[in-house]
C-alpha cells in the first residue's frame, strides 16, 4: 500500500490482473467457418435479384395558425 503521506494531491490509480484463464483463450474458429460457408446464398433459391428496402423518415414541421 503506498504511503499516504507522498500521495496528497495525487491520483493513485491501482490496477488488478485478470485471472490466466481470461486472459488467454483458443481461438475462436467455429464462428468464421460459420460466415465463410456461404449461408447467404443458400437463401437465395430462385436465383433472383436482392430486394432493396430504403427506410425514409420525413418530418415536416408547419407554422401554427
Known amino acids: 500500500m503506498p504511503n499516504p503521506r507522498d500521495n496528497k494531491n495525487k491520483q493513485v490509480v ?3 490482473n485478470r485471472p490466466v484463464k481470461e486472459r488467454v ?10 460466415v465463410e460457408g ?5 437463401d437465395d433459391l430462385l436465383d433472383s ?3 432493396l428496402d430504403i427506410l425514409v ?9
Open 14 to 16: 491501482e490496477m488488478a
Open 25 to 34: 483463450s483458443a481461438p475462436n474458429t467455429a464462428a468464421k467457418e460459420y
Open 38 to 42: 456461404g449461408h447467404m446464398e443458400a
Open 49 to 51: 435479384e436482392p430486394d
Open 57 to 65: 423518415n420525413v418530418v415536416s414541421i408547419l407554422p401554427a395558425e
